[in-house]
């Protein structure tokens, strides 16, 4: 599968924003999609992950409270819905997917086989 990323932008804090993840290829209900991010000189940090039939979704504790993923199968998309943005939110963010994983979602970027380009969100104070 492919991933490509997209919705990133200039924002303000304070602004929302809506990344959107789209997949090549089918049974992407099979796959269980992951958004992680990372800034200049720091690690590459968990943002939130979604089971393959949104069963179960969890999100970083830096993020918990102002972003929501989903996703939508039929259109091979997973959502980022990103509110109340923090210049500390500026990073590139990346998709990632991996297919039939024997547990409903993890939290390590090694785990994901798949991963989209990434696409920049800057968000000014």
């Known amino acids: 599968v492919q991933l490509q990323a997209s919705g990133g932008g200039l924002v303000q804090a304070g602004d929302s924003l809506r990344l959107s993840c789209t997949a090549s290829?089918?049974?992407?209900?099979?796959?269980?999609t992951a958004w992680f991010r990372q800034a200049p000189g720091k690690a590459r940090e968990f943002v939130s992950v979604?089971?393959?039939?949104?069963?179960?979704?969890y999100y970083g504790d830096s993020v918990k409270g102002r972003f929501t993923v989903s996703r939508a199968n039929a259109k091979n998309t997973v959502y980022l819905q990103m509110s109340r943005l923090k210049s500390e939110d500026t990073a590139i963010y990346y998709c990632?997917?991996?297919?039939?994983?024997?547990?409903?979602?993890?939290?390590?970027?090694?785990?994901?086989?798949?991963w989209g380009q990434g696409t920049q969100v800057t968000v000014s104070s």
């Open positions: 990632a997917a991996e297919k039939d994983l024997t547990v409903a979602i993890t939290y390590d970027p090694a785990d994901y086989d798949y």
């Open positions: 290829g089918s049974a992407f209900n099979r796959y269980t």
């Open positions: 979604i089971s393959r039939n949104s069963g179960r979704i």
